[in-house]
């Protein structure tokens, strides 16, 4: 499981659009998705409810708590370990946004993003 920094309706933190924030080394509050109707991973059309971002968060935190603690955050959308730039805190939802705290592992994560 990955979702990269550039996937739908990420944007950096720091660009004044209230879309994250930087602390340290994390990125406080980054919209990652948002509901609404898009096609997933597999290319079929699909509506996405809050209700799906709350599974999401809800999932999320039963992986992390159990089988999968380190989520990766990569700079790009190949598998590659070298593209890993942190991992995922925290998940939750607001208004009509998924959104996540991030914890940046590399030293020019927040560059590279």
């Not at 739908?8 to 919209?31: C, E, L, S, Y």
């Not at 996405?48 to 955050?73: C, Q, Y």
């Amino acid at each position: 499981m990955s979702v990269e920094l550039t996937d739908v309706f990420a944007m950096p933190a720091g660009t004044g659009d209230g879309n994250g924030k930087v602390q340290g080394n994390k990125i406080i509050g980054m919209r990652i998705f948002r509901a609404g109707t898009f096609k997933d991973s597999m290319g079929v059309k699909r509506r996405w409810t809050k209700a799906d971002l709350a599974a999401m968060v809800e999932n999320f935190g039963i992986l992390k708590a159990s089988a999968l603690p380190n989520v990766p955050v990569r700079e790009d959308h190949t598998r590659s370990v070298k593209a890993v730039v942190g991992y995922f805190d925290k998940g939750y939802v607001d208004g009509n946004f998924l959104v996540a705290d991030l914890d940046m592992a590399a030293p020019d994560a927040l560059q590279r993003s």
